[in-house]
């Protein structure tokens, strides 16, 4: 995130928490605070449609105090809560993501392994969308409906002729 949509996300943030309000207040600990933040969350993405990532339910649901958590109750939102949500939607970014092979020599191992992790870290970081290609190469498996209809109809075309009698 730059540092327009971390400004964002800490009004946000005060909506719900008048101690995110009162640090955001002086303008000194708002700069040191936008700063800290700004360098904490560079790899964290704004929004992601992919995976439906959007930083604000991240704020949201910090402040919702889900299950037995109540860190809401003690602590203001930090930005390793918000590095914390994004976690699980990194991770199925990563599991989707197929390498695609890199523009490198691969005979220059160095270079192709730096190709190889810039693409792993703008796909981690929300930068650049994965590559599918495995989805691409699967065919979708038929439904059960579909294949029963495909077999009634190899079965009608190999299927001989009725015998008429006379």
């Known amino acids: 995130m730059n540092s327009q949509q ?8 005060a909506q719900f ?11 000194q600990q ?3 605070t936008l700063e800290d933040w700004s360098d904490a969350l560079a790899h964290v993405p704004a929004t992601r449609a992919e ?3 959007d930083v604000a339910h991240a704020v949201r649901g910090y402040y919702e105090q889900q299950r037995e958590n109540r860190s809401a109750q003690y602590r203001a939102i930090e930005p390793g809560d918000i590095t914390a949500a994004w976690a699980p939607f990194r ?5 989707r993501h ?11 191992v160095a270079a192709y392994l730096t190709a190889l992790r810039a693409s792993r870290h703008a796909v981690a970081t929300g930068q650049l969308a994965p590559a599918q290609y495995r ?11 579909e294949a ?7 079965l009608a075309r190999t299927r001989p002729p009725p015998h008429e009698s006379s």
């Open 148 to 154: 029963i209809a495909a077999l009634r109809q190899t």
């Open 135 to 145: 989805a691409a190469l699967v065919a979708p498996s038929p439904s059960p409906t």
């Open 30 to 32: 708002a700069a040191e």
């Open 91 to 95: 991770r199925e970014l990563m599991n």
């Open 98 to 108: 197929t390498d695609p092979v890199p523009a490198a020599d691969p005979d220059d």
């Open 51 to 53: 995976v439906r990532w």
């Open 17 to 27: 928490d008048s101690r995110v309000r009162r640090a955001m207040n002086n303008p």
């Open 6 to 13: 971390i400004a964002a996300v800490l009004y946000h943030a």
